[in-house]
């Protein structure tokens, strides 16, 4: 009997699939898929039998990187220290998720490792992010946070992203010690952190599912043209039906409403600075192909 299920594992071209009842099971895809020019991916709702993947549902979504698909939102990872919260990183990471049409969920992490003046300082810039994210603060050390991941990430397909070192796996550990994923010290040197997954791999985390992969760790504008950075900053695109020309890029055009915000303090300095950066790094960008991408 064909039965219904979720795609949470692949390695080396075995598949593992989990049906309603949390029962697993490893698989291969119908040769026929590689004629059809279809390739299962993890988080793909499939039909399969004892053998074999017989059906693969339409996507919701389907990223490229990491390769995943259906999934319900991302959870942002971003450490306020070790290594230093950057605008900039959050930004970019947000410019992508974005493109992508996906829910992005803002966690900071490590915010015992600041004084309160600092975090308080940190905060009161945040707060501007609130008024379009979720934002969640959250300690390792302390479980500060914790069930507000929880109640968050329940009953959705998460995947988890942020800069190398940001505490990504340390999160996961903290709010599920059985999960014992791999952690690795951040370099003082570099002030970066090696990434430990090797692999995307949907895991049950509490009432839901999530994935650590090291896709959207690879801040890479690749498939995007500068005058589109625009539509995936939703502050600016709000305001953007002000703006004196329509194709307005808000970079130096007169009568830009973004440009007056920004001036007059009703969009955060590094909000806008982080913008023109992101703007300016892919109108000097070579074009890169998909195919030259490694």
């Known amino acids: 009997m064909d039965k219904k299920g979720r795609i949470i594992k692949l ?52 990223l490229y990187r990491p390769m995943i698909a259906n999934v319900d939102q991302v959870l942002l990872v ?24 996906i829910l992005p969920i803002i966690i900071i992490t490590k915010v015992d490792l600041l004084e309160s003046a600092e975090l ?10 609130e008024k379009l994210y979720t934002v969640i603060y959250f300690s390792a050390k302390t479980f500060e946070g914790k069930q507000e991941v929880l109640d968050i990430t329940k009953n959705k397909v998460n995947v988890l992203a942020g800069q190398t070192g940001a505490g ?19 370099s003082e040197a570099l002030g970066r952190g090696k990434h430990t997954t090797r692999h995307v791999e949907l895991i049950t985390f509490g009432e839901g599912y999530i994935a650590d992969t090291p ?38 055009e007169p ?23 992101i703007y300016n790094e892919i109108k000097l960008q070579k074009p890169i192909y998909r195919r030259d991408v490694k």
Do not use: M, W
């Not at 709702?45 to 693969?56: K, M, P, Q, R, W």
């Not at 409403?257 to 950066?277: N, P, Q, T, V």
């Open 255 to 277: 009568g830009c409403e973004i440009i007056k915000a920004y001036e007059s303090g009703g969009i955060l300095k590094e909000r806008y600075e982080d913008y023109k950066f």
């Open 168 to 186: 990504k796996s340390s999160l996961l550990n903290a709010i599920d010690p059985n999960l014992n994923i791999e952690t690795n010290e951040i």
């Open 78 to 101: 971003n450490s306020a220290k070790k290594p230093d919260f950057s605008f900039l990183l959050l930004d970019k990471f947000l410019t992508l998720i974005e493109a992508n049409n």
């Open 120 to 129: 308080e300082a940190l905060k009161a810039k945040i707060n501007y992010y």
């Open 11 to 62: 390695i080396g071209g075995l598949y593992t699939v989990v049906d309603d009842t949390k029962k697993r099971y490893t698989l291969k895809p119908l040769g026929i898929f590689r004629h059809r020019n279809i390739q299962p991916k993890v988080g793909d709702l499939v039909t399969f039998n004892e053998d074999s993947i017989i059906d693969v549902e339409d996507r919701s979504n389907d």
């Open 215 to 252: 896709g959207f760790s690879k801040l890479e504008f690749v498939d995007y043209q500068a005058d589109q950075i625009r539509y995936y900053f939703p502050d600016f695109f709000k305001l953007s039906s002000k703006c004196k020309f329509y194709e307005c890029t808000h970079i130096h």
